[in-house]
Nanobody, 116 residues
Framework: QVQLVESGGGLVQAGGSLRLSCLASGSIATINVMGWYRQAPGKQRELVATIAYDGSTNYADSVKGRFTISGDNAKKMVYLQMNSLKPEDTAVYYC??????????WGTGTQVTVSS
């Protein structure tokens, strides 16, 4: 099993920045891909960004050029640097991991609120 704990959410004004962190524990040697999703009230959960074991990344079109996903293997951490935040970025952000056998795990989420 993999356990994921997010931190770094909060309230920020439009145009500001936040950095989200995700600490992974458990069977982390089996992780192939990690990433971030978000879910706003009344909306379905959507992809924000992913990073694979080879360092390749994938971003939603809505965040390209503003968000950056990165990882630190020694610290067992994955980060999401969010710049130029917009009110439409307001959501609960979830850390996720996928193992080499395609098992999916989720954190419990951290709230990001961007005021106009």
């Amino acid at each position: 099993q993999v356990q994921l704990v997010e931190s770094g959410g909060g309230l920020v004004q439009a145009g500001g920045s936040l950095r989200l962190s995700c600490l992974a524990s458990g069977s982390i040697a089996t992780i192939n891909v990690m990433g971030w999703y978000r879910q706003a009230p009344g909306k379905q959960r959507e992809l924000v960004a992913t990073i694979a074991y080879d360092g390749s990344t994938n971003y939603a079109d809505s965040v390209k050029g503003r968000f950056t996903i990165s990882g630190d293997n020694a610290k067992k951490m994955v980060y999401l640097q969010m710049n130029s935040l917009k009110p439409e970025d307001t959501a609960v952000y979830y850390c996720t991991s996928e193992t080499v056998v395609a098992n999916r795990f989720w954190g419990t989420g951290t709230q990001v609120t961007v005021s106009s």
